[in-house]
């Protein structure tokens, strides 16, 4: 398997602009997760998904912040408009909660550095 | 609200030593626990997943040990090499819920 595969691996991009990053979890994973690392805040869960649908979105920072899980193999976080402080490395992570024994083990993508000017 | 630290932030040792990096969690009620290992500018590799009902979990050089009760997780990595370094970062997820909440990590850095 390939892993999480996560595009583009780098942004830069002027304020105001609008932002797409996307992901594609690995196959057979039901839940996907998006995280934002930065040096002052850590890692930080913005909102994952159960079976394409929405389970928990109370970490993303504002309304200029959405996500959309359109189906199983693909996901997309978009920031419109952006600002200076979005530049974070944002991570896209998947898991498998199988049966009633599983236990949710998360395997990360590389992650995209994005830069906002 | 659970609240994950993680101690020393960084820490230097001589090549080939055995070591141990400390976490701590607020709230027992854990569904499992995970160490990452982050290599810079890198994502996240998940090394050891320890469920709640377990004591410790064992890959190769690593050993993870949970105390739920006292809210701690050890890290022991033994014979250390300078592949090791790297930030170590430990988190939590609970019951009934996915999110991982995580610790601020050790940056650990092995001296050939």
């Known amino acids: 398997d390939a892993g999480v595969i996560q595009s583009p691996r780098h942004e830069v991009t002027e304020m105001g602009q609008e932002v797409t990053l996307r992901c594609k979890p690995i196959s057979g994973h039901d839940y996907l997760f998006w995280y934002r690392q930065t040096m002052m805040r850590g890692l930080e869960l913005l909102i994952y998904?159960?079976?394409?649908?929405?389970?928990?979105d109370s970490g993303m920072p504002e309304d200029r912040f959405s996500a959309k899980m359109p189906n199983a193999s693909f996901s997309t976080l978009k920031i419109q408009p952006s600002e200076p402080r979005d530049s974070a490395v944002y991570f896209c992570?998947?898991?498998?909660?199988?049966?009633?024994?599983?236990?949710?083990?998360?395997?990360f993508g590389p992650g995209t550095r994005l830069t906002v000017l | 609200k659970q609240e994950v630290t993680q101690i020393p932030a960084a820490l230097s040792v001589p090549e080939g030593e055995n070591l141990v990096l400390n976490c701590s969690f607020t709230?027992?009620?854990?569904?499992?626990l995970q160490w990452f290992r982050q290599d810079p500018g890198k994502g996240l590799t998940s090394l050891l997943l320890i469920q709640s009902s377990q004591r410790e979990q064992t890959s190769g050089r690593l050993n993870a040990s949970l105390d739920k009760s006292s809210g701690r997780s050890t890290l022991y990595i033994a014979a250390s090499q300078p592949g090791d370094s790297a930030t170590y970062l430990c988190a939590v997820s609970g019951q009934g819920a996915q999110k991982l909440v995580f610790g601020q990590g050790t940056r650990l850095t092995i001296n050939p």
């Open positions: 709230d027992s009620a854990i569904y499992n």
């Open positions: 992570a998947s898991s498998f909660s199988g049966g009633p024994f599983s236990y949710n083990e998360q395997f």
């Open positions: 998904f159960n079976n394409n649908v929405p389970i928990d």
